[in-house]
């Protein structure tokens, strides 16, 4: 099962013209509160502009999970 949290920051990591500021912040905002602590911070670095925090905790959470 794909999270859709991480799913935006995978999009956000290979173009960054294709996902907005103001739909990362909200991405970040609602994984707060919906979803595994690894999608958050992916989806709260990403709103950060941090790709490579980012892509850290994609990572993680496709471990943690075994979700590619």
């Known amino acids: 099962m794909t ?8 999009k ?6 294709s996902v907005s500021h ?8 609602t994984a ?3 979803t ?3 999608a958050y911070s992916a989806a709260a670095y990403a709103a ?3 790709d490579v925090d980012a ?3 994609v990572k ?5 999970t075994n979700d590619k």
Not at 3 to 10: D, G, L, M, P
Not at 12 to 17: A, F, G, P, R, T
Request: proline share 0%; charged share 35%; net charge negative.
């Open 3 to 10: 999270n859709k949290h991480i799913e935006v920051v995978k």
């Open 12 to 17: 956000w990591l290979v173009d960054k013209e």
């Open 22 to 29: 103001e739909e990362l912040r909200a991405n970040a905002k």
């Open 32 to 34: 707060a509160y919906t």
């Open 36 to 38: 595994a602590y690894a």
């Open 48 to 50: 950060a502009a941090l």
């Open 55 to 57: 892509a850290y905790w």
């Open 60 to 64: 993680k959470y496709e471990e943690l």
